[in-house]
């Protein structure tokens, strides 16, 4: 079964306090790997797709990686601004072509 | 200016009532998709239209139906909803199916069953 795993779940970080979101998933075949932010009470804005080992995005303070089993969403010097839940979602090779496949999510809040 | 535009924001219904909500785009894409959304769980995938060719998620209960009349509007009707359809409903648009085809997502609605 395809699966999606977030980590941590909740993440506090003090402003400009570097780290990393995790996003496992296993499925047999990726077509594509997505990263969105959710603020409360609002849809997902898109931020990245990935779609081989290896290959990285990059936006403002956030940066995207992809490895076979795993993606990594490196947030550098946050700002308060950057409090949100990030979701990871994949699209499978032998799904319907349209489906995708979110995890939980992780709760990003940025102390001043 | 808003791509995927859902309506209402909040939506107030009684356990047995049956309830619309609606989903339109300005991106004229040919997927549309509808998204449950429960606190802090990922958004679940209800159904969705490749222009009129309507896919249901096989555990989407019969409770939920959908409409898409023209490219722009898509509807989810909940027939008779519970106290457990309460949750964040999202609208979704995708150019084409397949690969390389990101997910646009509008506001939402927050649905809550009295």
């Known amino acids: 079964e395809d699966q999606v795993t977030q980590s941590p779940e909740a993440l506090r970080l003090q402003e400009g306090e570097s780290s990393s979101l995790n996003c496992s998933y296993t499925?047999?075949?990726?077509?594509?790997l997505f990263w969105y932010r959710q603020d409360p009470g609002k849809g997902p804005e898109f931020l990245f797709t990935l779609y081989s080992a290896g290959e990285e995005k990059e936006k403002e303070r956030l940066k995207a990686t992809l490895t076979k089993k795993e993606s990594f969403l490196h947030i550098t010097a946050p700002k308060p601004e950057d409090s949100a839940t990030y979701l990871c979602?994949?699209?499978?090779?032998?799904?319907?072509?349209?489906?995708?496949?979110f995890g939980s999510g992780t709760r990003l809040s940025i102390r001043p | 200016d808003a791509m995927v535009i859902q309506n209402p924001r909040y939506q107030v219904t009684q356990f047995g009532k049956p309830v619309t909500l609606s989903c339109s785009q300005t991106?004229?894409?040919?997927?549309m998709y509808w998204y449950q959304q429960k606190s802090s769980q990922a958004p679940k995938l209800l159904f969705h239209y490749y222009d009129k060719d309507f896919n249901n998620e096989a555990d989407t209960p019969d409770n939920f139906q959908s409409r898409r009349p023209n490219t722009s509007f898509c509807f989810l009707d909940i027939r008779s909803p519970g106290l457990g359809d309460a949750a964040m409903y999202l609208c979704a648009t995708s150019r084409d199916a397949g690969s390389k085809n990101i997910q646009y997502f509008g506001a939402g609605t927050r649905l809550s069953v009295l």
């Open positions: 979602a994949v699209q499978a090779v032998y799904s319907s072509a349209s489906k995708i496949i």
């Open positions: 499925v047999s075949g990726l077509r594509g």
């Open positions: 991106l004229n894409h040919n997927v």
